[in-house]
């Protein structure tokens, strides 16, 4: 028992370290480690009509019932990766940018086979599927970031939408985030301990996690392939949105005085050195895309049935 517990544990660890960064979502780890259905399960049972279970067959019959270990140790090992990942992910946008990018390129490349490859049946249908998914995030990604991270409404409204992506296999809850114009305040509000963030934050998490849960769960259920063929074409729209090599077009300056790209454009190497006279570091990010690649197809590899 305290074997099982302790794996969940590093697959929660797993998901919190997608979580953090505009890549992999956390769903599609639990996704590949054969976790992802009982853990929707395990969240579709937590409901107000529980509380009778508790009080007439005690506590132990509760916590069994919306499978209590599997989630704390689950949630366990998302915070810790979290708080662990913090830091470094701060420090690496920061003096990083094209390294990180290209990295999280190759996750999200790769997620793109792993949750195609899960697809069962090919139809016209799922091919319009996988046509709506790329135009959706294609106009996701052109969105304005207005959400303020001082606004506690907003932290709470950025939450409820990041964590319903956070659960599904192929959405990065971070990438629409960083959208939102939000991602750099919540890792730095993670940093620090900004505790009254982190709770308006967690409140949207919980709000959203547990609406859009019977959700997902119902078209699970009914249309499987559909929403694979979707989640794919979102992953592939996003990855124009990753892109390392980007022209910034316009930007607002956030509650810090610092530019938040409002519209950019994809360049090539070649161009964005001409253009912006840095350095593309063309061969580190290339070989940090195939390395995250790698990662994901092993990681998948590991825990294939």
Same mark, same amino acid.
């Given at each position: 028992?305290?074997?099982?517990?302790?794996? &969940? +544990?590093?697959? =929660?660890?797993?998901?919190?370290? *997608?979580?953090?960064? $505009? %890549?992999? #979502? @956390?769903?599609?780890?639990?996704?590949?480690?054969?976790?992802?259905?009982?853990?929707?399960?395990?969240?579709?049972?937590?409901?107000?009509?529980?509380?009778?279970?508790?009080?007439?067959?005690?506590?132990?019959?509760?916590?069994?019932?919306?499978?209590?270990?599997?989630?704390?140790?689950?949630?366990?090992?998302?915070?810790?990766?979290?708080?662990?990942?913090?830091?470094?992910?701060?420090?690496?946008?920061?003096?990083?940018?094209?390294?990180?990018?290209?990295?999280?390129?190759?996750?999200?490349?790769?997620?793109?086979?792993?949750?195609?490859?899960?697809?069962?049946?090919?139809?016209?249908?799922?091919?319009?599927?996988?046509?709506?998914?790329?135009?959706?995030?294609?106009?996701?990604?052109?969105?304005?970031?207005?959400?303020?991270?001082?606004?506690?409404?907003? &932290? +709470?409204?950025? =939450?409820?939408?990041?964590?319903? *992506?956070?659960?599904? $296999? %192929?959405? #990065? @809850?971070?990438?629409?985030?960083?959208?939102?114009?939000?991602?750099?305040?919540?890792?730095?509000?993670?940093?620090?301990?900004?505790?009254?963030?982190?709770?308006?934050?967690?409140?949207?998490?919980?709000?959203?996690?547990?609406?859009?849960?019977?959700?997902?769960?119902?078209?699970?259920?009914?249309?499987?392939?559909?929403?694979?063929?979707?989640?794919?074409?979102?992953?592939?729209?996003?990855?124009?949105?990753?892109?390392?090599?980007?022209?910034?077009?316009?930007?607002?300056?956030?509650?810090?005085?610092?530019?938040?790209?409002?519209?950019?454009?994809?360049?090539?190497?070649?161009?964005?050195?001409?253009?912006?006279?840095?350095?593309?570091?063309?061969?580190?990010?290339?070989?940090?895309?195939?390395?995250?690649?790698?990662?994901?197809?092993?990681?998948?590899?590991?825990?294939?049935?």
């Amino acid at each position: 028992m305290k074997q099982q517990y302790a794996e &969940v +544990f590093l697959k =929660g660890m797993a998901m919190g370290a *997608a979580d953090a960064v $505009p %890549g992999v #979502s @956390g769903g599609t780890v639990a996704f590949i480690t054969g976790i992802y259905e009982r853990l929707l399960t395990a969240i579709r049972s937590i409901h107000p009509g529980k509380i009778n279970v508790w009080r007439q067959q005690g506590f132990q019959a509760f916590w069994n019932s919306i499978d209590g270990y599997f989630l704390l140790s689950l949630l366990g090992g998302i915070l810790s990766s979290l708080l662990l990942l913090a830091h470094l992910i701060g420090y690496l946008l920061s003096y990083h940018p094209l390294l990180l990018s290209g990295f999280f390129f190759g996750l999200i490349a790769a997620s793109v086979v792993v949750i195609y490859r899960q697809i069962s049946r090919h139809s016209v249908s799922v091919t319009l599927g996988l046509l709506a998914g790329m135009i959706m995030m294609t106009l996701v990604s052109q969105l304005v970031p207005d959400l303020s991270i001082t606004d506690p409404f907003q &932290v +709470f409204i950025a =939450g409820s939408i990041a964590i319903c *992506a956070m659960i599904l $296999p %192929g959405i #990065s @809850g971070s990438f629409l985030l960083l959208v939102m114009g939000m991602y750099s305040g919540i890792i730095e509000a993670v940093r620090t301990l900004d505790f009254v963030t982190l709770v308006w934050f967690a409140s949207g998490c919980v709000v959203g996690l547990l609406s859009f849960s019977h959700f997902l769960g119902w078209l699970f259920r009914r249309f499987r392939n559909m929403t694979l063929a979707v989640l794919t074409g979102v992953l592939i729209g996003s990855l124009q949105q990753i892109w390392p090599w980007k022209q910034m077009i316009s930007y607002k300056l956030n509650a810090h005085g610092e530019a938040v790209p409002i519209v950019q454009e994809n360049l090539l190497p070649e161009g964005f050195e001409l253009i912006t006279g840095a350095d593309a570091q063309l061969v580190p990010v290339i070989i940090l895309m195939i390395a995250g690649f790698m990662l994901v197809m092993a990681f998948e590899l590991k825990y294939k049935k």
